[in-house]
Each structure stands twice: as structure tokens, then as C-alpha cells.
């Protein structure tokens, strides 16, 4: 059928436009029995008006698309709906991408901006490491979302929202260190990562140096490249093959809680316990984190204010009301079931 | 900075557009001394081909959307990756639209396909239950994908892809009652849910009567509406109010994994064990649902099965070359460790 537009509207109920447009927008320069009668005509010929005053209110030229690289990942989800509730509230469109774990995600935001004529772009996940001249090819504003740039770049030129990735990682092995734990195992980024696995690598050597304790570098296992990026059964791979080695360790700390997760099966399935015999920690603070048994010790990121930060840096930027600012949002140590203090 | 186009390629090259459309998309009429010169210049000049061989092409004229409900539902995810997938295949660009709980999925899709000229739809996730001639206010083929409409309407008019929920439940509850358990209680959908909620209802309520059950309605226990729905939180805040009842029961079947994991927090909280203290039992066959302890049994969905036939049958529709079929796949009981047999 074709579709009926707000001149029809107007016309069916014999009044001009702008009051119709004042009824769909709650507007006060109207009567109500005016009012209830151009709802009632909008009602019955199905009109849905371009200009609602409803939430859902979308522009095709004015469109936010995220590129999220490990949509599997469930801290993202918390912040994929806060990211859309905030973007719906600004009255513009929203665009989820998923980018696959090999796929350039540079690439991606320069084809997508071209087609949907974005306004912005919120990198989400993987890893960012891109030349310079390439990244210039972007020439819409975009923020990093729990994801960083490495040293060599500029932080003039550009925008992100994460945790201190060193920091925070320091603070879990920290703690392991004073719980007694002399050999931790690090379930940690591919080598190729050299944004937040870098950091978080790093922030476990520097514990282990201020506890006085070795760096065996036999510990630290990297993801598997050929499953997906921090997935439960990566996690699971990668334990499976350290309790299969002749390398001795107390504890396990994962660089995101799907890997921990992973990796307590791995250690059930060796008919051994959690924490009695090998402590797991894990990163990030998502729901299952909680709910699994035995509950598990993480770093909580917080994913609200992550979020929400990172879309007013975008906004802020679209509106030049800002400069490239990196915000850095404190995570919390949650101490639960799955470690504990050993002799 | 200006765009740069294939002409622009051309004219610097001081070749015809054919020739770098050539060089492009892999031709063989072109030689490869002329085809390196070419590809050397785009990339020089960061020119993004609009009709690039890569799977990302995308056209913002050839949309398909899909409009997920209960996006944190761990099952969805696996859904997804392969819509986004076979979609690009197609050179279709996919956009994935989230509608909240209580949000009319029918309204956001009337509103997308106006503002995107979307050219179909898949709708996936809670329950769908609107009158015909909203419906029909939709001009684009759509397909629901996991979900079903109330036995009044048409089936000539609609298509859908799914399991035999009905049936899936009832061969859970069947196994429950094989091994003894005769107080088993649901952790089902809202009662308004006349979709996939009621066919599992119904499948528990005739496996009860099969095996000489009475029913107690005491023991079906619906979701709460004032948490989202199929959640973790949900499933533990129900299972914690049927242990503080003095309802008696030796197993729970929630009608998703995601329920089951929230169901196992309330049990181990108050004390209890899994499986000797209850089984549990979930459906959907999530990850989660394996890497639990303990692990899980449930009802395995052919997840990638169901994506692929759901974006099939949606381009049949769309070339005309279907009628509305319902494609039902058959789903299998997976028994793990949270369920036993009792005497």
C-alpha cells in the first residue's frame, strides 16, 4: 500500500499540518477534542508519523553505527543496551556490526561510513592497531570502547573509555600474590594484541616483580588463534593443555571471565577442584560470573558508565563541544568463591 | 576530505573505468601488470571500491533487519552470527535491531521498514501475538525465527522456523518422569505468553498425564515480568521462592539454560546439592549450559539449522519463489550431570 504521509492526515481531517504535527507532539496550542480526533484518523489509516515523538524516532541520515569485535562476549551486552537506549534518546539511529575476529575493523567503519553516511562510530572489542594515514580516512568522529591505541599514537588524535587495563590487572595478581599464590598461570591475549592483552600481560609482571616473585614465561598461555577470541572453550583449550604440561601452578588468572569460565572445566574435568586446589580468576564482572559454581573472583568493569561515557564523548565530539579526551573508569576487585588463601 | 571515485582511479591511471572496475573485481581480461599498477594507485589514494569483491559490500537500498527480542539470551547469539553471515553473502546489509521487553516488536518493524526501505524481516525472540490487520500494515516478507503465532491464525500467511516446542518439552519432562521424578516443577514463560511459552506448558502438562502425574499448578512457576525475561536473575529469583515454599519437588525443568543456571544459584545458596538434592533441567543447549558444574541437560536447538533455514525461506519469499512454509527442525535431550535418577 502507499504510504500515507502527513499532508493525507491534514487533509482527512480538514485542518492544516502543523496541527497535526502539534497532536502527534504532545504540543499545548491545541484543544484536546481537536487533538482526540486527528489520534483517531492517524489510528484508523495506520499512519506511523516520521516525527513521533516516540523513542524510536530514527533519522536514515543520522545514524551511530558500533563495530564490535566478540559479540559472543557477554560484557558486551551490557553495553550494547545502554549504548542503544542513549543513542535512541539523542533521536539517532543505531547500527550494531559485528566484525569478525580477523576482520580489519578499520576496514569496515570506512565502507560502512561511506553507505549509511554515519555521524559517528564506537569501536568496541578486539584490539586497534592501525597506521595513522589509514585511520585518517575516517573523517567522522569515533570513540574507542574498552579498547586502546599503542604508545606510538598520538592521544591527541583520538577518543576512548576503558579501564586501566595494567592497573587493574596488577590488582588481581596483586591480590593472588598476597593469598599466598607463587606460581599463577596467566591465561592471557594473543602476542599480536598490543593494545588491552599487553597491558594486562604487563600489570601481571609487575605484581609478580613487586611480590618478588620469577616470571616463568612457561605460565602465560595465549588464546588459541584458530577458536574464537575469549570464549569459554578457548579458555577451556588452553587450561586443558597447562594441566597437561609438567608445569606446576597454584592459580589461574584469565583475562576475561568466559576464559575462567573455560578454564574451570578444564580443571573439573581433571577430576581436580576450585579453589581447593587451583584458584580462578577471572576479568570483567559479567552476570555468569556469579551465577556459576563456585562463584568466580573478578575485576568489575563498569560497564554502565563505560558506556554511557563513551556515547557523551562521541556526542560532544559530533557537536565540537569537546577536544579527544581519554576517560579511565576505576574497576573493582570481587572476591568470591573460586580462590582462595593458600600456605 | 572529498571521496575519491572509480572515474578519479581512472583518470589518474589513465586507464577506462572498465579497466579498474576490471582490476577490481578480478577479471580475467585484464593483464596483471596493468591490474598491479591499478590496485597500487587505490591504495596509494585509499580509495574504497563501492563495489568492492568483499563480502562487506553492502547496499543501503537492499536491507534486511532483524529485530531480536531478549538479546542477553546466550542462544540468540549463535542465531545471529549466522543471519549476519549468510546475509552478506546475499549483499544484503543487516542491521539488528533490539526491542525491549515490553516494547511492540510490530510497531518498531512498521517503523523501520518506513525509515530504512528494508526488504525483509526476521523477528526473533519472545512471542508474537498481533492483530491481522496490523500485520498487514507490513509490506516486506518477514519470517518468525523461533517463535510461532496463536493457533487462530492463518498459517497460509505467515512463515516461521522453529522446533516442535510442544514436542521438546514434553520429551524432557518424559526423561524427568523416566527416572523417578513424580514433583516437578516449571520455571515457565508469563501466562500471556500464548507463543512457545504455552506449547511447553501444554508438552510438560500431557508428559505429566502420560506417566499418571497429577498436575500442580502450585509448581509452575512463571518468570517474572519486572525482570527481563530468560534471564539468569530471573530464573534464580523464581527457584528462591519455590525452596522457601512449602511446595515439595525433586526436579526443575526451566524452560531456558539461562533459567536452569539461575535456578542452580538458588539451590547451592540454600545449601543444597545438584543433582542429588534436585535435578535440574534447561533448554536451548547454550555453551554455558556444557561448561556449568554441573553441566547441564537440556534440550540441544540446531541453532545454525535454524538461522540458515530462517534467512532462506526469507529470500525465497522476497524473490517470490515460496509460499509461507513452517520449517520445524527436531531439537535433542542432551543428558549431563544435573539430572539423576531417583528411587
Redesign the interface.
Known amino acids: 500500500?502507499a504510504?500515507i504521509t502527513i499532508i493525507d492526515i491534514a487533509k482527512m481531517c480538514g485542518v492544516g499540518v502543523t496541527t497535526v504535527s502539534r497532536a502527534i507532539n504532545n504540543h499545548p496550542d491545541i484543544s484536546e477534542e481537536t487533538k482526540a480526533m486527528i489520534m483517531q484518523v492517524i489510528k484508523e489509516n495506520?499512519y506511523?508519523p516520521?516525527n513521533?515523538a516516540r523513542n524510536?524516532k530514527?533519522?536514515?541520515s543520522k545514524t551511530i553505527a558500533v563495530l564490535i569485535k566478540g559479540?559472543?562476549n557477554?560484557f558486551f551486552?551490557r553495553l550494547?543496551?545502554v549504548f542503544?537506549k542513549e543513542i535512541q534518546q539523542k533521536k539517532y539511529?543505531?547500527?550494531?556490526?559485528?566484525v569478525d575476529d580477523k576482520e580489519d575493523e578499520l576496514?569496515?567503519a570506512?565502507?560502512?561510513e561511506?553507505?549509511?553516511r554515519l555521524r559517528g562510530i564506537v569501536f568496541l572489542g578486539g584490539y586497534f592497531s592501525h597506521a595513522k594515514?589509514?585511520l585518517e580516512?575516517l573523517?567522522v568522529p569515533y570513540v574507542l570502547c574498552t579498547i586502546g591505541m599503542t604508545e606510538e599514537f598520538d592521544p591527541n588524535e583520538y577518543s576512548s573509555v576503558s579501564v586501566d587495563d595494567f592497573k587493574e590487572s596488577y590488582k588481581m595478581v596483586d591480590y593472588l600474590c598476597s593469598q599466598g599464590h607463587k606460581k599463577i598461570a596467566l591465561i592471557s591475549a594473543t602476542m599480536d594484541d598490543v593494545s588491552i592483552g599487553k597491558l594486562r600481560l604487563e600489570g601481571y609482571k609487575k605484581a609478580l616483580a613487586d611480590h618478588g616473585l620469577a616470571y616463568n614465561e612457561r605460565l602465560v598461555r595465549c588464546m588459541k588463534e584458530d577458536l574464537e577470541s575469549y570464549?569459554?572453550?578457548n579458555g577451556?583449550v588452553v587450561t586443558k593443555e597447562l594441566l597437561e604440561s609438567e608445569d606446576e601452578f597454584t592459580a589461574i588468572f584469565a583475562i576475561s571471565d568466559s576464559l575462567a569460565?573455560?578454564a574451570?572445566?578444564a580443571i573439573?574435568e581433571a577430576g581436580k577442584r576450585i579453589p581447593e586446589d587451583y584458584s580462578v580468576a577471572g576479568f570483567d564482572g559479567v552476570?555468569?560470573s556469579?551465577?556459576?559454581?563456585?562463584s568466580i573472583t573478578t575485576i568489575r568493569q563498569p560497564a554502565e558508565d563505560i558506556a554511557e561515557e563513551t556515547i557523551k564523548i562521541l556526542f560532544d565530539l559530533i557537536h565540537k563541544k569537546t577536544t579527544h579526551i581519554h576517560k579511565v573508569f576505576p574497576a573493582e576487585l570481587v572476591v568470591r568463591e573460586s580462590t582462595m588463601r593458600i600456605e
Chains 1, 2 share one sequence.
Do not use: W
Open positions: 500500500m504510504s495506520h506511523v516520521n513521533s524510536l530514527r533519522s536514515a559479540i559472543t557477554a551486552n550494547i543496551q542503544e539511529s543505531f547500527i550494531l556490526q559485528r576496514e569496515v570506512i565502507e560502512l561511506k553507505e549509511k594515514e589509514k580516512q573523517s570464549s569459554m572453550k577451556y569460565i573455560g574451570c572445566k573439573f552476570d555468569i556469579y551465577y556459576y559454581n563456585p
